[in-house]
């Protein structure tokens, strides 16, 4: 909740003097994969956007299970209610496409939001975070902060989303870069549930706790738990490298039981999302030449920020976020649009 | 000796024993302190839902809405504590009487409807459920007492032995109790055996199935909040996992999901294998991509092994009818 | 001596559209056995359900011990000391017989636990009432069927039953374990002071031990607390069914074909049954005799092929043949069975009539592509329903919604539609009224007439000796010997006796 | 025999049909946008594939178990598929076939185990969810087909009828037919009930009923693979996610479907346009509610009130369709 606060109180920054007054007839939907915790921010994110652009809608829309077709029956719906324009986080980097593309061929905008759907695709863009691209840095982050050799664990989540073996790819990537020093003792998967989780990550601490130098987590879930059991077990020897911003996991940063995290930007998601969103209603079209990045899923990626954060400036990152989300804001149109 | 033999928990033990040596000898750090307290932990939440589920089997039916109270419950138990600041033992007290209303709401419907309770507990599943996700909007419960978490925690002493695992072992012991030797426990036993029977003998089924139910709700609650303990966070996804493992234990410790048998050891040890096996695919290193299909073939297993002893038993029988 | 302790007076009750019973009147005295008697559906089960407060009645008096009573629920009627045993099994089979004998009024501990060893002693004494010497411990699956009827009185017995209902006690016993609970049950009225009513559709057992009568007919008295001495058994028999009873006398017509159908020559199967021999001719009623648990169903299932036959030869028309299963029974040798029982194992209650008939033709009549229309099974069947008078409103009437007596029509025909040559009938008139009956020892020996050979399973003496041909006496999963059955009940009776015996 | 029109009027799929007539009313006067044309077509796509795994459960059902695995087998012959269309360049329909040879076979797998062993279905399919999935998971690891023949994908996108639906739900309705000619009007497919409703007495009455509880379960495969055929189409891609983790996320739709349609769990008792109607009352309970705002984190809490609210009331209709037929 205080995260939430400070970061809609740093919205107020990115639009003073904006000259967003004129009301469009944009109907933005932002629809998350499911009921999760980190896409809380999007619904004030959308807000704002409304308020500061001008938006005729900008609204969260939450799937009631994590579940592809529940995403695509909401996303129907809302379409069927009227909303012209569509963020989404992918509920499956390939399956959402199908959606996507009859979106796109009834006249709606669509993007995805905080992850990408893999090429070829009718999203207009992808703007978030390149999922392997993250786990690599914070594999590399890991590795420095191990001081370049010893054995690391990695914690993911289900299997069968098609991220998870890019994030195990990315991560091999970096300790394959490591040289011979850095080994990849233990990969664990299918623990997007805490209990599960709770379990495994547990049993693991107690075979190869003694073992290990380094953990790297690249799921919502395997983090907070991790960081909870090195929290528990009070070991600050074993460096870990999570993800997103639960509160545990901050707070374990803060406590130095995790080394850092990669952090990412939901509230600069959902808001520049909608305004791109807007603008491209508004006849604006991307333009040949802007200066798209390219991941393992598709080259129309634009970087919402993705950012490690350890105990240095775990208390300040809002800031940095900010930042970034400003910047972005700034070059978009020039950077990107054709209007 | 001959006796242990007949039991349904015996070739369980064997099974836990055997495994659990087999480990041992082969990575010592099976019987790690720590690892023992890790092992023991996450018994302890496993074994109060599988009750939860036994009792419902018991008298044969099913309870689905078992992780959807335990998730209800653990939300409204951490929620009490942050957002009303309520003191501990009320949260308690109060997530355990929301634990039974939802288990009574079971129990009352399937009775007064005459509707299987597979169907009652679907639909009371997405309610529950859905309040959970109406209440938090998948926001988790992030301060929790200090108190709660030290008791998630803490150990015994100098012992491995984690402070949580008491209260399994005590409901554990309470179940058996009231399984065997209860008038009501048995009565729930015989509805399950043959709810006709049990209905002409006198024995009411609307109590039978009301209290079972009931009870289920307060296990079900139990484990929700021993899991905020475990966890230190009251998050809405607690209970979603649980349903399939409330089943295997039961079904391992050879529990027939018609009703009438059911036995509060063998799932208790039921438990304490599937969680010997979870372990052991950690330890071992076992690729993540075979952990499914060793889960499935150690169920499959089971099933063999309680099918085989069957086959003997009945042959026995045959052979005794015929002298 | 002559006064009542259990009084109805002018009972009326109604169900939606049926009136079941009209200003019924029912006496009972102290320590005497009052059979009540009447058809299926004279409402003999709703008076019950009246005196064990499962009901209650529209209007009239229910005085207990001469005081006008309510009873609420079957617990109310068990504090006054009524005790019901039923038809249906209701022990827990997965219980001890101490616990099933205590199950509603367990003896606790301080601490308010069962306390087991208390039950075991406690359930002793009933049993030892009984004569019956079970240990308390063993599991009530373990117990012979004779026995498990005998638990459920010691068990109405423990409930300090001081009026005992009894429902076709002895539908599944051997005469011999039928005298051994006659005595018993003399004893207890003796010895105990209990009161007995006693509903049965074996009228040798009615005058064997009963001392009055009541006859329901059509929901009103046709006597009422009638000494059985004023009566005999055509007068009780015209007071049941308003007419003479027609006593069937078997009137074969060629017995003397020697054509060999079926012959079993040593065979042995996997449920122990050793050295069977038998041979069964065109035309021929084999009656196979014994007690229960005889092993005389689980021969005929090996037969059929549920169960497997271990050695041995099995000759059909004169060709050595295995047959692995009822499927191949019914399709490649045309026999069938028509089982015992007919809610478990015989009917499919929740289908309807149409449906039930038909089951065992579907594959004869299929055309193209498996077609298989209501108007083709109507055809094929309707001829058989109404040959054998089913009452039923339509074709499309639930199975449990019929009477018991059209239920075993109904499973009759349908294996009368698949036409078969074998037709083995395992107690075909268990629980059935005595119309019922009659029509169908008629039926059976018509069938034979026709050309069907027949195995008969019956453990109802009289009705074995006036069907069968010849009668095989089983015991122990073994023949223990062949009466030629000259339909004269004493002399054939006693030979089947002592061949029981050997 | 002669009332079969008032008859109609006192069974479950009456009262089905009232109650998807009085919530379309409902939400087409009450939600804007109930009945455009993308959200009329975006249903029926829906509620195809919703029958289709109502009716895969539903088979199984019949024979008073459940198949667990269901999604699990969907999921595998969608990949299968996926790789005999993507990798090994095999046309469209043979590759159908073999999918649906796929689903049929894992189905068998089921029920002989089942037979076999005589434990619920409950239990194997609980047992052999997780292997198949874990084999599917192994073999692909977890990578999509995504290149399938356009043909095959544009069929899911394809709208007929003036735009307003989706030959999907013509293929779901046609399978509803030919399950309703299966258990009408074939001698296998009656005996498929008679084994349901009474084993023994099936057993004894000449049906070889482990043969047909095998049937069953392969039926639920194939049907199960026909689902997963209609959704590949309509996601464009085989995914190993398609029915989430396990396959887990196509329990709820299987099971209410049936369970709404009057399918009785206990077996032999099924409904085959009953499960068409329950999985379109449940489609568009969802829908609507999606439409009525009423705040997306309390959608599963109302679509629970509302199934228990549709399954009490079916019960108050059968009890007084009861009274009624004893009275007259």
Redo the contacts between chains.
């Keep these: 909740m205080k995260l939430l606060f400070s970061i809609v109180t740093s919205a107020a920054v990115l639009v003073s003097g904006s000259a967003f007054a004129d009301s469009s007839d944009t109907k933005v939907a932002l629809v998350p994969g499911g009921p999760h915790p980190y896409f809380a921010a999007w619904e004030r994110a959308g807000q704002d956007a409304v308020k500061d652009f001008g938006l005729g809608k900008a609204d969260y829309k939450v799937p009631a299970e994590w579940d592809l077709s529940q995403q695509n029956e909401l996303i129907e719906s809302l379409v069927g209610k009227g909303y012209n324009a569509v963020l989404v986080f992918p509920g499956d980097a390939v399956g959402t496409n199908k959606i996507l593309g009859e979106l796109d061929d009834a006249g709606i905008p669509t993007a995805a939001l905080a992850g990408c759907v893999e090429q070829p695709t009718k999203a207009k863009m992808c703007f978030g975070t390149d999922t392997g691209h993250s786990a690599y840095l914070g594999t590399k982050q890991l590795i420095d902060a191990m001081g370049g050799k010893g054995k690391i664990a990695h914690f993911t989540g289900f299997l069968v989303d098609p991220n998870t073996t890019l994030r195990i790819k990315a991560v091999e990537k970096a300790v394959a870069e490591a040289g011979g020093g850095v080994e990849i003792i233990q990969v664990i998967a299918d623990i997007d549930a805490y209990e599960p989780a709770d379990e495994k990550i547990n049993a693991f601490m107690a075979a190869q706790g003694g073992e290990v130098d380094g953990i790297v987590t690249t799921a919502w879930v395997p983090a907070v738990v991790a960081a909870q059991a090195l929290t528990n077990m009070g070991d600050k020897r074993i460096k870990m490298v999570g993800i997103d911003h639960d509160e545990v996991v901050l707070t374990a940063i803060k406590d130095g039981f995790v080394h850092g995290t990669m952090l990412q930007n939901p509230y600069g998601q959902g808001y520049i999302g909608s305004y791109a969103m807007d603008k491209i209603r508004g006849g604006c079209t991307f333009k040949a030449d802007a200066p798209w990045k390219a991941t393992a899923q598709t080259d129309q990626f634009i970087d919402s920020g993705t950012v490690f954060v350890d105990s240095s400036d775990v208390d300040t990152y809002v800031d940095a976020m900010r930042g970034i989300s400003l910047e972005i804001l700034k070059t978009f149109e020039d950077d990107f649009l054709d209007c | 000796m001959a006796a242990l033999f007949k039991k349904d928990w015996f070739g369980l033990l064997i099974v836990v024993i055997v495994s659990g040596l087999a480990i041992a000898v082969l990575k010592p750090a099976f019987l790690s302190p720590f690892n023992l307290y890790v092992l023991m932990v996450s018994i302890s939440y496993m074994l109060i839902i599988a009750l939860a589920q036994m009792i419902i089997i018991a008298i044969g039916q099913m309870n689905l809405s078992v992780g959807a109270i335990g998730g209800l419950v653990a939300i409204s138990f951490s929620g009490l504590m942050e957002v009303q600041q309520v003191s501990v033992p009320v949260a308690v007290l109060i997530g355990l009487i929301i634990g039974m209303l939802c288990g009574f709401l079971n129990g009352y419907i399937t009775v007064r409807s005459g509707i299987s309770a597979f169907i009652i507990t679907l639909a009371t599943l997405y309610i529950f459920k859905g309040i959970n996700l109406g209440i938090t909007e998948a926001e988790p419960f992030y301060n929790i007492p200090e108190t709660v978490k030290n008791f998630g925690n803490a150990k015994i002493g100098n012992t491995p032995i984690p402070f949580l695992i008491i209260i399994p072992i005590i409901i554990t012991f309470l179940m058996w109790?009231f399984m065997?030797?209860?008038?009501t426990g048995?009565?729930m036993?015989?509805y399950g055996?043959?709810v006709?029977?049990?209905e002409?003998?006198?024995?009411s089924s609307s109590k039978v199935v009301i209290t079972a139910h009931v009870i289920s709700g307060f296990l079900a609650a139990i484990a929700g909040m021993l899991v905020v303990c475990r966890l230190q966070l009251g998050t809405p996804n607690i209970g979603d996992s649980w349903l399939l493992p409330s089943f295997a234990a039961p079904v391992i410790g050879g529990a027939i999901l018609a009703g009438?048998?059911v036995d509060v050891i063998a799932t208790s040890l039921g438990v304490l294998i599937v969680a010997i096996i979870s372990q052991a695919l950690v330890i071992f290193k076992i690729d993540p991509f075979f952990v499914q299909i060793f889960l499935g073939v150690m169920i499959l297993l089971a099933v063999f092994v309680n099918r085989y002893r069957e086959y003997k038993q009945e042959a026995r029988?045959?052979?005794?009818?015929?002298? | 001596m002559n006064e009542f302790c259990l009084e109805i007076s002018s009972a009326n009750k109604s169900?939606?559209?049926?009136k079941a019973l009209d200003q019924a009147t029912f006496q009972l005295r102290k320590a005497s056995i009052h059979a009540l008697l009447g058809e299926n559906g004279a409402g003999k089960s709703t008076l019950i359900k009246i005196i064990t407060g499962v009901h209650k009645q529209d209007s009239g008096k229910l005085i207990i011990n001469g005081k006008e009573e309510t009873l609420n629920n079957?617990?109310d009627a068990?504090k006054f000391g009524i005790s019901?045993v039923?038809q249906?099994?209701?022990?827990?089979?997965?219980?001890s017989v101490g616990?099933n004998l205590m199950?509603?009024n367990?003896p606790?501990t301080a601490l308010?636990?069962?306390d087991y060893n208390e039950i075991a002693i406690q359930s002793k004494k009933w049993l030892k009432i009984l004569d019956l010497d079970i240990d308390p411990n063993t599991l009530v699956s373990?117990l012979t069927v004779a026995k498990m009827q005998l638990c459920e009185i010691a068990k109405a017995l423990s409930l300090k039953a001081k009026i005992l209902l009894l429902d076709e006690p002895t539908s599944s016993l051997s005469p011999q374990e039928s005298k051994i609970l006659f005595s018993l049950l003399k004893k207890i009225v003796r010895e105990e002071g209990v009161s007995i009513v006693f509903v049965s559709h074996k009228l040798e057992e009615v005058f064997n031990i009963c001392d009055d009568v009541t006859v329901l007919r059509d929901g009103q008295n046709a006597c009422t607390s009638e000494d059985i001495k004023n009566l005999d058994r055509q007068k009780l028999v015209r007071l049941m069914i308003g007419r003479d009873e027609q006593i069937v006398k078997s009137t074969r017509k060629n017995q003397n074909t020697k054509d060999t159908i079926l012959a079993l020559k040593n065979v042995k199967t996997?449920?122990?049954h050793k050295n069977i021999n038998l041979e069964l001719n065109r035309s021929e009623i084999i009656g196979l005799y014994g007690l229960v648990?005889a092993?005389r169903t689980e021969l005929m299932k090996c037969l059929?092929g549920?169960d497997k036959i271990t050695d041995g030869e099995v000759i059909i028309n004169g060709k050595k043949v295995t047959i692995n299963?009822?499927?191949s029974?019914?399709?490649k040798f045309k026999i069938?069975?028509i089982?015992e029982d007919r809610k478990?194992?015989?009917?499919?209650?929740?289908?309807n009539v149409l449906?039930n008939t038909?089951?065992?033709v579907?594959?004869q009549?299929?055309k193209a592509?498996?077609?298989?229309?209501d108007g083709m099974i109507s055809k094929k069947v309707d001829p058989y329903i109404s040959q054998l008078e089913v009452k039923t409103p339509?074709?499309?009437q639930l199975i449990s919604n019929l009477s018991g007596g059209n239920q075993q029509k109904i499973s009759v025909a349908?294996w009368l539609a698949?036409g078969t040559d074998i037709l083995i009938i395992d107690e075909p008139t268990v629980g059935i009224d005595i119309k019922t009956k009659a029509y169908l020892h008629e039926l059976i020996i018509k069938l034979a007439d026709d050309g069907t050979s027949i195995i008969l399973i019956s453990s109802d003496m009289p009705e074995m000796i006036s069907l069968a041909d010849k009668i095989i006496v089983m015991n122990?999963?073994q023949m223990n010997g062949i009466v030629e059955n000259n339909h004269d009940y004493d002399s054939v009776s006693s030979k089947i006796m002592e061949y029981i015996h050997t | 025999?002669n009332k079969k029109i008032p008859n109609f009027i006192y069974t479950n799929q009456f009262g089905l049909l009232c109650l998807v007539l009085i919530f379309t009313l409902i939400f087409s006067t009450s939600t804007d946008g109930f009945t455009s044309r993308f959200n009329i077509f975006a249903l029926s796509r829906v509620i195809a594939i919703d029958i289709m795994i109502g009716l895969a459960m539903m088979v199984v059902i019949l024979t008073g178990g459940l198949n667990l695995a269901l999604g699990a087998i969907g999921v595998c012959a969608a990949m299968f598929g996926g790789w005999c269309m993507e990798v090994l360049g095999i046309p469209i329909i043979p590759s159908i076939l073999l999918m649906l040879g796929m689903g049929s076979f894992l189905g068998w797998i089921n029920g002989i185990i089942t037979v076999k062993t005589g434990v619920h279905s409950f239990v194997v399919t609980l047992a052999t969810m997780s292997i198949y999935f874990g084999f599917m998971t192994m073999l692909t690891e977890a990578e999509a087909f995504r290149r399938l023949p356009e043909l095959f994908t544009d069929f899911g996108s394809a709208k007929l009828f003036n735009k307003y639906v989706s030959p999907l739900l013509l293929v779901s309705v046609a399978t509803c037919f030919a399950l309703f000619y299966l258990f009408r009007?074939?001698?296998?497919?009656?005996?498929l009930?008679?084994a349901g409703?009474?084993p023994?007495?099936?057993?004894?009455?000449?049906?070889?009923v482990n043969r047909m509880f095998i049937y069953c379960h392969m039926l639920s495969g194939f049907l199960g693979a026909l689902a997963a055929i209609l959704l590949t189409t309509r996601i464009g891609a085989a995914i190993p996610s398609m029915a989430g983790q396990l396959g887990m996320d196509w329990l709820l739709p299987a099971f209410l479907a049936p369970v709404i349609g009057g399918t009785?769990l206990s077996g032999?008792?099924l409904s085959v346009f009953g499960t068409m109607l329950g999985a379109v009352l449940v489609t568009l309970l969802t829908n609507g509610l999606y439409l009525l705002d009423v705040g997306e984190f309390w959608i599963r809490f109302f679509l629970g009130i509302i199934l228990l609210l549709a399954v009490l009331l079916d019960r108050t209709r059968e009890y007084f369709t009861l009274?009624s037929v004893?009275?007259?």
């Design positions: 109790i065997n030797r209860t008038e048995r009565h036993l015989a055996n043959s006709q029977s049990a002409l003998i006198g024995i009438g048998k029988r045959k052979i005794f009818s015929s002298e | 169900f939606p559209g049926v079957p617990n068990t019901v039923h249906e099994r209701n022990l827990i089979r997965r219980f616990e199950l509603n367990m606790k308010g636990l069962i373990d996997e449920l122990g648990g092993g059929i549920q299963s009822p499927k029974a019914l399709e069938g069975y089982s478990k194992e015989g009917l499919i209650l929740i289908h449906d038909s089951i065992t579907w594959s009549i299929k592509i498996g077609f298989v229309s339509s074709n499309y349908k698949a122990n999963f | 025999m009007f074939t001698d296998i497919g009656r005996k009930i008679a409703a009474n023994e007495a099936a057993e004894l009455s000449g049906i070889s009785l032999g008792k009274k004893i009275v007259s």
